[in-house]
């Protein structure tokens, strides 16, 4: 009988999502639209500066896996990076909904993955500003460059797998 060899992937993304604590990955998980369910909120306990962080990791390391392997850098990373691949794989791969804080009972805002139309862009941009302020969380949490790539080069193969 043969033995599988093959070591189980150790995934720091799902990891930092699901048992993590500590006010990085809580505020990476509070949308902006959960100040209306907890008035004591303030901007800087939602997630969208952290997201901005998380979005400039992501694309670093994009760019750092991507680069002289692809004719067209800019181009072929955006098939990456975009709001819609972050919601409907990254997203919807880790259940971000499931640990999300954002004000469920506003009807207005969609509690699921799928994107119909270009106009749901904005509506959806929730759920991948949560994507990316888990990165930056993560990131701002242990300080780990090299985990980054990891998480974002496994982030590349369900893209490139789902996509």
């Known amino acids: 009988m043969k ?3 093959q070591k189980a992937f150790c995934d720091p993304f799902r990891e930092f999502l699901e048992k993590g604590s500590g006010a990085w990955r809580m505020r990476a998980l509070t949308a902006r639209s959960y100040r209306g369910v907890d008035r004591s909120l303030t901007e800087q306990d939602t997630n969208e500066e952290l997201a901005t962080y998380g979005d400039a990791l ?4 994009y760019c750092e896996l991507l680069l002289d ?6 181009v072929e990373k955006a098939k990456y990076e975009n709001d819609r691949v ?7 791969h880790y259940d971000i909904l499931r640990y999300l804080r954002y004000d469920a009972k506003n009807k207005s805002i969609p509690s699921d ?3 119909v139309k270009r106009e749901d862009d904005d509506n959806y ?3 991948a500003t949560a994507v990316e302020a888990l990165l930056g969380a993560h990131y701002m949490e242990y300080r780990d460059y090299d985990a980054v ?14 996509g």
Request: glycine content about 0%; hydrophobic content about 45%; charged content about 30%.
């Open 3 to 5: 033995q599988n060899t």
């Open 58 to 61: 992501l694309k670093l390391a």
């Open 69 to 74: 392997k692809v004719d067209h850098l800019s």
């Open 86 to 92: 972050l919601v409907r794989v990254i997203a919807r």
């Open 113 to 115: 993955y799928d994107l």
């Open 125 to 127: 941009k929730y759920i």
């Open 149 to 162: 790539l990891k998480i974002v080069k496994h982030f590349k193969e369900l893209i490139d797998q789902n």
